[in-house]
C-alpha cells in the first residue's frame, strides 16, 4: 500500500480527521484520537502503525514484517508497525486499519460517539 492509498482508505472512514505532525507523518484521528500513522520511516518502504487488540498483538508482533511500534509498544501499548515486506497483504492491512479506527472510536465518551454518529444502534 502506498501512502495516497492508505490516506485514501483512512479518508472513507467515519468521523476521521487528518494531520501531518510528527517529522511528516501522516497521523489519521478519530474524534481528535489517533488511531493510524503512516511515516517515520528512513527508507523506501511505506510503514503504518495501529491499535490492534490484545490477541491480535501477540500474533502479529512476530510475523515478518511486523513489529510492536516503535515508541508506542514501549509505553504499554498494544500498537503494531507494519515496516517491510512480507507484512500484511493491502486487504489485511486495510482491516487492520478498520479495527484500530474501531478501537478508539470506542474509547471516546458515549457523548462524542453518538455526536460524531459512531457505534449506535
Known amino acids: 500500500m502506498t501512502y495516497e492509498e492508505y490516506n485514501s482508505f483512512c479518508a472513507s472512514l ?18 481528535g484520537k489517533v488511531f493510524a500513522i503512516g511515516g517515520w520511516h528512513d527508507g523506501e518502504e511505506a510503514r503504518f502503525t495501529f491499535k490492534v487488540s490484545d490477541i491480535a498483538y501477540e500474533m502479529l508482533q512476530e510475523q515478518p514484517g511486523l513489529r510492536p511500534a516503535p515508541y508506542l ?49
Not at 14 to 31: I, M, N, R
Not at 103 to 116: A, P
Open 14 to 31: 467515519p468521523a476521521t480527521s487528518h494531520v501531518v505532525q510528527w517529522g511528516g507523518s501522516h497521523v489519521w484521528k478519530v474524534g
Open 73 to 121: 509498544a514501549s509505553r504499554g501499548m498494544k500498537w503494531i508497525q507494519h515496516y517491510d515486506k512480507p507484512g500484511l497483504s493491502d486487504d489485511d492491512l486495510k482491516a487492520y486499519l478498520r479495527e484500530s479506527h474501531r478501537i478508539v472510536s470506542l474509547g471516546l465518551t458515549k457523548k462524542k460517539q453518538k455526536e460524531l454518529g459512531l457505534n449506535q444502534g
